[in-house]
Structures are given as C-alpha cells and as structure tokens.
C-alpha cells in the first residue's frame, strides 16, 4: 500500500490542520547569441525563501528553421531543469545529513529522507 511505503520512509500521515502552501517560483531564460546563433541556452531559476538556484542547460540546433529552434529552446529549458533539480536534491541531501548529524531524532527531521 502506497501509505505503508511512505511510513516506512519516516513520512508522517496527514495532520488534522492545513499547512499553508508555499510557493517557489521558477523562471526560465533562454538565450540564443549572435555569436553562436545556432545554440540555445537556458537558465532556470528557483526562487525560495531564503535563497535563489540556478541550473543551466544548452541545445544546439543545426538550422535555424522556426521549429528547429523552438525544439532547442526546449531541451535548453529541459536540460536547465533537471541541473536545478539535481542541485536541490543534493541541497536537501546536504541539509538532512546536517540536521542528523546534530542528533535531530528521525521522526522529527526526516533523517535519511
């Protein structure tokens, strides 16, 4: 069962109050220089509340043919995503280990998330 999983990953069940909702917002610039005019080139951004993330991504294209360019604008976008996504995962890694090492019981922190 799907929640026995959770449970057994120090996930908790729902609690009986609603937790405000946060929100991250993630912004994507693609850029395309005169210089290499056939390489697209993609920055995401995580904003939280502490700190800013960036990922990069790049694509070349070989023509620049409207939808050549647009499927390299996208997979610079895809590429810059999954770097950012990669960097938080490790970030979040980095923060749990650091809150276990203090003797944060599990329960309580998520240790080993």
């Known amino acids: 069962m799907p929640w026995q999983d959770h449970e057994s990953q120090g996930c908790r069940p729902a609690m009986s109050r609603p937790i405000p909702a946060t929100s991250w917002p993630v912004e994507i610039e693609i850029r395309e220089t005169d ?11 995580l904003h939280t509340r502490d700190e800013t993330i960036e990922g990069q991504g790049e ?14 604008r996208q997979m ?20 749990d280990a650091a809150a276990c090492a203090h003797g944060h019981r599990a329960r309580e922190t998520g240790c080993g998330l």
Do not use: I, K, M
């Open 35 to 45: 210089a290499e005019p056939t390489c697209s080139r993609a920055t995401a951004r």
């Open 76 to 95: 610079a976008a895809a590429r810059a995503l999954t770097d950012l996504a990669h960097q938080l995962f490790e970030l979040a890694a980095t923060d």
């Open 59 to 72: 694509a070349g294209c070989r023509s620049r043919h409207a939808d050549t360019v647009q499927v390299s």
